[in-house]
């Protein structure tokens, strides 16, 4: 497995200098963000980014997102020119030793809060999710909070997106997801990067809005879709997790040489859909790290591995979910529990 962490940019409050600092820090996770959603990303960009990590002691093997264009999910008369944009961007990342793309397939939102400073005992504050609040929101006002979007709507055009996604339930969207994959596992195949979907978070329809990323049921049947190995997935144990329903170790056995990227935080359920994002070892939430990591062994996992949202510690302040410090507690921890569980495993 590799340590990796994910990198915004030159914006990033968190410096490549500081992420290399971090033990065993492999490389970064990163994407190209002055680029709007939907256009393909120039080489000379592409390739100064991973002279920059490289330049730092870091690889760039690890590209999140390429984000898909809403046209694309909505399936309508522009997704076939996104669609070839966006295979223009695999093979342009391929070419760049780029080895696996994580993307979602979530209709307008990204991942989703309700809190984003949810002041926990210990005085950090968190990330967290409360479905009735989020519900009592507005989605046409500012006062959610949408930390995970990468681009922002202007009221209109967020109306008028909602709108359009009215024609489009659960089965238009596989269909529309399909036609998707159809199209660019191939060329992804010939590039020899694997994609990785990112499951939707929470996963569970919201506004609306269908969502399919969601459960063991569904990831068996997007993996048929297009059964090849580089159609697979980021396992998110965060986003998988917060259902209770999702068996994650069992999860890992079932699909695990088809899990490229691993995104591993912990959460703590503090009722039917609500939860706080917690510190990252097994104590401190509600998902079991220890036989996470575990089975992600067994299943013989190879790929990426990064600690996900962090919470802010030490009085940090920066991009919510993203700051240094936790994130970096939580890479050390994983770190330290792959070493213990694979040393084990070998004795
Ligand atoms: C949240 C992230 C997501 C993820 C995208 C992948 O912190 O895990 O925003 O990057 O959903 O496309």
Known sequence: MKMTFRWYGEN?????????????MSGIVSAIYDVPVGEVWGEDKIQALKEKANQNGLAFEVVESVPVHEDIKLGNQNAKKYIENYCENIRRLGRAGVKVICYNFMPVFDWLRSELERILPDGSNALAYDEKTVLSMNPLTSELSLPGWDESYTKEGLRELLKQYKTVDEEQLWRNLEIFLKAIIPVAEESGISMAI???DPPWGIFGLPRVITNEKNLERFLK??????????FCTGSLGASVENDLVAMIHKFGNRI?????????????????ESAHPTECGSLDMYGIVEALQESGFDGYIRPDHGRMIWGETGRYGYGL?????GATYLTGLWEGIEKHANK
């Open 260 to 276: 490229h990227f691993a995104h591993l935080r912990n959460i703590k359920i503090t009722g039917e859909r609500c939860f706080e």
């Open 325 to 329: 410090y936790d994130r970096a507690l």
């Open 198 to 200: 990112h499951p939707d």
């Open 12 to 24: 990033d409050p968190v410096t490549l200098q500081k992420i290399r600092q971090i033990p065993k």
């Open 225 to 234: 879709l297009v059964d090849f190995k580089a159609n697979g997935l980021t």
